[in-house]
């Protein structure tokens, strides 16, 4: 905390900047000692969005991956919600996905280190995406169980043409 004060003084004293009272915000990880930081004027949290990466005090990355997630559905909704969206080829689809979710997926996942688990979580994500844009819809006297694996056996034939984000995720961290 005694380096965060320091730093608040340089930034006054050298260049006049001044940091918003909502901003003082500081994270300390599980099973450390009490911080002397008065709670008036920093407020300890458990997560913490440094320059638009998540942070836990846990170590975990679980918060990080809802947040990319959502990050992601919310930039393919922005984008399908285009007028002309339900007129396009399906290549045409893919490939402006591709330029809209590609960029947040690689921010989002630019520090965080490859978990399957995860990475199964956002290859289910992607299933999802390519079953949208698809336009499937289950048909009259199909469950919902045998439309979602039909929906996903064809996502899973497109997306094999590409790249799957899991794989893309471990390739990333290893160059």
């Not at 006054?12 to 500081?26: A, Q, V």
């Not at 399908?80 to 979710?101: D, E, F, G, H």
């Not at 290859?123 to 045998?146: C, I, K, T, W």
Request: glycine share 6%.
């Amino acid at each position: 905390m005694e380096q965060a004060k320091l730093i608040e003084f340089h930034l006054l004293n050298f260049w006049g900047l001044h940091i918003k009272p909502n901003s003082r915000k500081f994270l300390l990880p599980v099973g450390s000692p009490d911080s002397d930081a008065s709670p008036e004027q920093w407020q300890l949290v458990q997560n913490l969005n440094p320059l638009g990466h998540w942070a836990s005090n846990n170590g975990s990355i679980s918060h990080a991956i809802h947040c990319l997630k959502r990050s992601i559905w919310s930039a393919y909704w922005r984008l399908a919600k285009s007028t002309k969206w339900n007129k396009w080829p399906l290549q045409v689809k893919i490939s402006a996905v591709m330029r809209v979710v590609d960029p947040v997926l690689r921010f989002g996942i630019g520090n965080l280190p490859p978990q399957n688990s995860y990475a199964s979580e956002l290859d289910v994500l992607q299933r999802q995406l390519v079953v949208h844009m698809m336009g499937l819809r289950p048909h009259g006297g199909e469950n919902f169980a045998m439309f979602i694996r039909h929906a996903t056996s064809q996502a899973k034939k497109l997306i094999e043409g590409h790249s799957w984000w899991s794989r893309l995720w471990f390739e990333s961290a290893i160059s």
